[in-house]
T-cell receptor, first 119, second 115 residues
Framework: GAGVSQSPSNKVTEKGKDVELRCDPI?????LYWYRQSLGQGLEFLIY????????KSGLPSDRFSAERTGGSVSTLTIQRTQQEDSAVYLC?????????????????FGPGTRLTVL | AQSVTQLGSHVSVSEGALVLLRCNYS??????LFWYVQYPNQGLQLLLK??????LVKGINGFEAEFKKSETSFHLTKPSAHMSDAAEYFC?????????????FGSGTRLLVRP
């Protein structure tokens, strides 16, 4: 079946512009995650969705970052007034959400990422 | 809170040699641990996962990892490196706190395979 898809694959924008990044998770996956991968920072968690709700937004770096998920499926990550430090690869992942005492049993399936460059 | 440490940002081996990538974790609860691989310009792909069923976990592409609670380690090994194994490898621990579920990643180890 289809995996996680993200669009665009590459985005170049000017400082101060807004950008929208899209994620299509695997059908039936109730959990959706956004991560950011940048040089020197590794892989950082941004936000987690369970259905359309986001119980954990703790990783969003500033109030310029927001995300939504509609219909329990597609998610959009929006960055307003982009800054050069926002340049990174933004990865989306989805999973079923079987839980045990210590956390998530199921693997997260990752999309190919969106490479954002802010000039 | 959970955390992961990967020793060595770069590891270089000869083709056919043993691969050993190190991962140590810190967790206040029994951990669920994962190894992911990332090839250039691609997303992350799961190699294997530990979810307490067995301490020696076998994954794809001939990789395996052993969970050692006494050492808080989950090192990744492969008996014989292949050129196609050159990639970046990430160890991760599942984090669950107050209805928040996420993976906490190590900083990654880039594996170089010399011919």
């Amino acid at each position: 079946g289809a995996g996680v898809s993200q669009s665009p694959s590459n985005k170049v924008t000017e400082k101060g512009k807004d950008v929208e990044l899209r994620c299509d998770p695997i059908s039936g996956h109730t959990a959706l995650y956004w991560y950011r991968q940048s040089l020197g920072q590794g892989l950082e968690f941004l936000i987690y969705f369970q259905g359309n709700s986001a119980p954990d937004k703790s990783g969003l770096p500033s109030d310029r970052f927001s995300a939504e998920r509609t219909g329990g499926s597609v998610s959009t990550l929006t960055i307003q007034r982009t800054q050069q430090e926002d340049s990174a690869v933004y990865l989306c992942a989805s999973s079923l959400l079987r839980l045990a005492g210590g956390g998530i049993l199921d693997e997260q399936f990752f999309g190919p990422g969106t490479r954002l460059t802010v000039l | 809170a959970q955390s992961v440490t990967q020793l060595g940002s770069h590891v270089s081996v000869s083709e056919g040699a043993l691969v050993l990538l190190r991962c140590n974790y810190s967790s206040s609860v029994p951990p669920y641990l994962f190894w992911y691989v990332q090839y250039p310009n691609q997303g992350l792909q799961l190699l294997l996962k530990y979810t307490s069923a067995a301490t020696l976990v076998k994954g794809i592409n001939g990789f395996e990892a052993e969970f050692k609670k006494s050492e808080t380690s989950f090192h990744l090994t492969k008996p014989s490196a292949h050129m196609s194994d050159a990639a970046e490898y990430f160890c991760a621990v599942s984090d669950y706190l107050d209805s928040s579920y996420k993976l906490i990643f190590g900083s990654g180890t880039r594996l170089l395979v010399r011919p």
